[in-house]
């Protein structure tokens, strides 16, 4: 039998693995996690690292949560998988009853997907075709914010304004508008955040009264764009640019794969807009991180466009082979079941209340531009100059710096460029809250300080080894 001390090395003849230069792993080795428990992952080697980003904010309730494990366990003892055209499974009606009494008000009818980006395609497919059927073919184009992620497939790339994603595949796929965000704003600035974000919503409002007879749909991501840096902004903003929508006759679209359940401290973040959204995307968490799953929320008056006879061009075909597979629909109905149980949602105001405690005051570092939460994630922006708000130049991998010395520290934290977060299972504890922001501090000190390149590279093959 292979020691497991050779994952290493298998996994570097074999595996390509995402958003990662895999030339890196020449010098930064590979990490062999073979087991979760709660916050924590074990490594081959036993050592053991407390999960800060919840595996790519996935993990809801923890890894290992025996709730979801046994609910798993007992629907494979009695189905796996079936085809979910002209068949369906109680484990899919149970769970989407749940959504939509869960859900904002309006929303009606479930799709189910297999991924985020998966979601993203439905919706923007949707998005067009509701116009098709209503006799508004021109109505094709898209609206996103500045910094937005929406996935990585063709479709969501379009909709997504983040360079190093979207910038090599340009030719391949059709470009949206771009709004600013509000979420741009940092204290740097000459405006406040009140007057940025009325300018955001001004441009907005020009943009659909201007172009509104040819867009399809717009897409958020409420209160917290995740992936383009924590960009933070108001209930009140949101609820303004659905009203737009409204009056311009523009489909709304909230993503909230990476904003709900829970973690921006409502179920859903379009709760605190006091609004409804026309299509609404679920993912992530949705199964508690043991298995994909997603899904698509839609109005019943976008359902209803696409009721007709089969033979006709109005119907909605778009499939995935393991659509609402019973496996994942189970693990999601456990969660929510854990969810209410645990009154989970209630209790994480002590997250919160931590996260602030130990993580504001490391703002008053003199290259930490701003300290923002929304719910339970929060965010560290690191800055070289932070009077004038200057970034650092990506190829100076600061982030990686805090990666590597939180890796040391039992850390697992995989900052966005120069943004530092927190987004951990809701299973962390407030004194794990503040074991990490004194790592987090120790990591900020260590990528400030002098070439983040030579500390973050250019250690000694050995204090890599030590340190991983």
């Not at 390509?16 to 930064?28: A, G």
């Not at 100076?396 to 010395?405: D, K």
Request: hydrophobic content about 45%.
């Amino acid at each position: 039998m292979t020691e497991l001390s050779d994952w290493r090395r298998r996994d570097l003849t074999v595996l390509w693995h995402p958003c990662t230069q895999m030339k890196d792993h020449e010098w930064l080795p590979m990490i062999p996690i073979v087991r979760g428990e709660g916050v924590w992952l074990y490594d081959d080697q036993g050592r053991r690292y407390l999960d800060a980003i919840s595996s790519w904010w996935v993990n809801l309730l923890g890894h290992g949560e025996p709730r979801i494990a046994a609910a798993i366990a007992e629907q494979a003892r009695t189905l796996e998988q079936v085809i979910f055209a002209g068949f369906t499974h109680p484990p899919a009606v149970e769970l989407a009853e749940t959504l939509i009494a869960r859900a904002p008000a309006d929303l009606t009818r479930v799709i189910y997907a297999d991924s985020g980006s998966a979601a993203t395609e439905i919706a923007l497919k949707l998005a067009h075709h509701y116009w098709r059927n209503l006799g508004r073919p021109e109505k094709q184009g898209f609206v996103c914010l500045a910094d937005s992620y929406h996935g990585e497939t063709l479709g969501a790339l379009g909709v997504t304004d983040l360079a190093l994603y979207r910038e090599s595949y340009g030719p391949l796929m059709r470009q949206a508008e771009v709004l600013p965000s509000p979420g741009q704003w940092q204290p740097a600035m000459a405006i406040d955040r009140l007057d940025h974000e009325a300018q955001c919503l001004a441009a907005a409002e020009a943009l659909l009264a201007r172009e509104g007879h040819r867009l399809a749909a717009l897409i958020v991501e409420p209160l917290v764009q995740g992936a383009g840096g924590m960009r933070m902004h108001r209930p009140e903003y949101l609820a303004r640019l659905r009203a737009l929508c409204a009056e311009h006759a523009v489909l709304f679209i909230a993503d909230e794969i990476a904003v709900g359940m829970g973690r921006t401290g409502t179920l859903w973040a379009m709760q605190q807009t006091g609004v409804s959204p026309d299509l609404m995307l679920i993912g992530k968490g949705l199964s508690g991180g043991f298995l994909p799953l997603s899904a698509v929320l839609t109005s019943e008056a976008i359902y209803q466009a696409f009721y007709d006879d089969y033979a006709s061009l109005k119907a909605f075909l778009h499939s995935h082979s393991y659509s609402a597979n019973p496996l994942a629909c189970a693990a999601a109905l456990a969660t929510f079941r854990a969810l209410d149980d645990d009154a989970v949602l209630a209790r994480n105001r002590e997250l919160e209340a931590a996260m602030d405690t130990a993580l504001a005051p490391l703002a008053a570092h003199p290259h930490v531009l701003e300290y923002r939460r929304t719910g339970t994630i929060a965010a560290l922006e690191l800055t070289r100059n932070k009077a004038r708000g200057l970034p650092y130049d990506w190829r100076e991998r600061r982030g990686l710096a805090v990666y590597r010395h939180g890796l040391s520290r039992e850390a697992l934290l995989r900052p966005l460029g120069s943004v530092v977060y927190l987004l951990p299972p809701y299973a962390i504890t407030p004194t794990q809250i503040h074991e990490l922001a004194a790592v987090i501090g120790e990591g900020i000190e260590l990528a400030t300080r002098g070439s983040a390149v030579s500390v973050a590279v250019n250690a000694p093959r050995h204090e890599q080894a030590m340190e991983l």
